[in-house]
């Protein structure tokens, strides 16, 4: 780091001097005259008093000699009663305040104004390495910051509020001269003319949950920000009953509860975008759809279908191979003809409708988004419906900065996909049908890939059915499928064994799996493969649900 021309004396040796004098001193006029001329230098770089630079001098001296100071060993340092301590009790206050010591981290739900004796104090590491190196210290409440550092500041001083370091009033007094000296931030420009302080400074704490990855508690953040619990419970109702403006703005949501009254609050898209800009859809990727599945880390596996099947799932395939695909949306384009392509797989339960979805995306090298359509049913009505916008948006995005356009999937998505409900019905109806309204809407716009699975073709609304240009059946495997399914799951198998197996059990090809796991464990726990009436009775064990053998239609 330069060495500016403002600090011209060296700082450590100036401490050190200012230290050794103080050992032992007993805070004697003597030896404050004898050091005064240092002490106003020392006050003037540190921007405090001269009584709150002796306070430091020690402190620092100290802590190279132990991580961290109590006031017990300033009290022995210094050689004073602790009467006598309490005489600059209002200077480590300041000092705290000011950011030029801290409280430990470990021991800040301990201290209490009235009880420093419990504190074990520090010196931060930004003061410290300004010192060593000789260069003006700039405090943080006039340093230029970027978002990042904006709300990393603001939650510093949550954390001093909670603390009791400092009150409410002054912990919104600290955020605005923030925001003050960093107007160069245009977000934090906007949401002064749209929110107040109070919004602001909460606003700004879940931006930094964000950001680092955190979910913030209902409860437990307004707990740190406001001493006054008439205040923090008006707040939570404000908050919980969603008369705050913020959801106005669709800056945040309301999460459902964990705990007894303790809800979530999480960053819509809109603030997302406007506080993190160009680094926006890495945040919502990263932190929002924890489900995105990246090509790599699909597991490529072998699949067996009928002559037909086959075709239409390789005729998707390649459809789908990049370079066709690129080709294919530049045609439909040029013809004005919508350019996505939207899937519908359907059929029986176990059938592999959606592990053809993975192998597809494993084939043409694409990420797949992975909607959990339970997650978009959100106990709060009208948030579904934010929620189902938000997965879109949120495609889009990913969409533009991905190199292969990605698979949204719509998995089991008999929920969303079925017969929309008559007018008049329940709030729960009406949602659905809102919820439907708006994935019909977003489909006839669409410019990505989306798939969809179901296993109840029949009950699909017909405004759906238009909307897919692929629809593929998938039914349970043939003989020769199967025969080839078991042979591959169980490579030692006899030829002759697996087309019994097929010819007897009308099997999907999960059921298949769920024999083959069987197989597996009895493998490992006895230390040999079982013989061929073992498996066959897997296969009935299998089928003793579902009519002696025979195939059965339900739900996966």
């Not at 240092?38 to 009584?51: A, F, Q, W």
């Not at 160009?278 to 990246?294: G, H, T, W």
């Not at 499928?481 to 090809?509: E, H, M, V, Y």
Request: overall charge negative; hydrophobic content about 40%.
């Amino acid at each position: 780091m330069e060495v500016l021309n403002e600090v011209n004396f060296n700082v450590v040796m100036k401490i050190t001097l200012i230290a050794k004098k103080l050992e032992n001193s007993q805070l004697s006029d003597e030896v404050i005259e004898e050091i005064k001329l240092h002490l106003e230098d020392l006050s003037n770089y540190l921007d405090v008093t001269i009584n709150q630079a002796v306070i430091f001098s020690v402190i620092f001296a100290l802590q190279v000699k132990m991580y961290s100071v109590d006031l017990r060993d300033i009290i022995n340092f210094l050689d004073i009663d602790y009467i006598d301590s309490l005489n600059f009790k209002n200077d480590i206050d300041k000092l705290i305040e000011l950011s030029t010591i801290e409280v430990e981290r470990e021991n800040k739900s301990k201290f209490k104004r009235t009880n420093m004796g419990q504190a074990d104090f520090v010196i931060p590491s930004n003061i410290s390495d300004s010192i060593y190196a000789n260069t003006p210290i700039i405090n943080k409440v006039n340093e230029l910051l970027d978002i990042y550092g904006f709300a990393k500041a603001v939650s510093d001083y949550i954390e001093q509020r909670k603390t009791e370091q400092i009150d409410t009033d002054k912990l919104f007094e600290l955020v605005e001269q923030l925001e003050i000296n960093n107007e160069h931030i245009n977000p934090v420009v906007k949401v002064r003319t749209l929110l107040n302080i109070e919004d602001r400074t909460l606003l700004y704490e879940i931006l930094d949950d964000h950001i680092t990855g955190f979910t913030s508690s209902l409860e437990k953040t307004l707990r740190e920000i406001y001493l006054n619990n008439r205040t923090r419970l008006m707040k939570i109702r404000d908050l919980v009953e969603k008369t705050n403006l913020m959801y106005e703005l669709d800056y945040i949501t309301l999460g459902e509860s964990r705990f007894a009254n303790d809800f979530s609050l999480n960053l819509n898209s809109n603030a997302i975008e406007l506080f993190l800009q160009e680094d926006a859809v890495l945040f919502m990727r990263n932190k929002k759809f924890k489900n995105v599945l990246l090509n790599e880390n699909i597991v490529y596996k072998e699949l067996f279908f009928d002559s037909n099947l086959e075709k239409e799932v390789g005729f998707l395939t390649n459809s789908l191979m990049n370079e066709n695909f690129t080709s294919l949306q530049d045609r439909l384009t040029n013809m004005s003809l919508s350019k996505g392509v939207a899937c519908i797989f359907y059929g029986c339960p176990g059938t592999g409708k959606t592990e053809t979805v993975y192998q597809v995306a494993k084939r043409t090298g694409r990420d797949i988004l992975l909607v959990d359509i339970s997650q978009s049913k959100s106990m709060w009505f009208g948030e579904s419906e934010k929620r189902v916008k938000e997965i879109f948006e949120m495609y889009k995005k990913i969409c533009s900065t991905s190199k292969i356009t990605p698979i949204l999937l719509f998995n089991e998505a008999d929920a969303i996909l079925g017969k929309r409900q008559e007018i008049g019905k329940s709030n729960t109806q009406q949602t659905e049908n809102a919820i439907q309204n708006i994935i019909l809407e977003e489909m006839e716009r669409f410019e990505g890939i989306m798939m969809a699975t179901t296993n109840l073709a029949g009950n699909l609304d017909t405004a759906f059915e238009r909307r897919f240009l692929f629809k593929i059946k998938f039914e349970n495997p043939t003989v020769e499928a199967k025969t080839k399914i078991w042979q591959s799951k169980l490579s030692w198998l006899n030829i002759d064994f697996a087309q019994k197996l097929s010819n007897d059990f009308s099997l999907s090809g999960g059921e298949i799996d769920n024999i083959v796991r069987k197989v597996t464990m009895k493998e490992v726990l006895t230390g040999e493969r079982p013989e061929q009436d073992d498996i066959y009775g897997f296969c009935q064990n299998e089928k003793a649900l579902s009519n002696n053998g025979k195939a059965r239609v339900g739900y996966v």
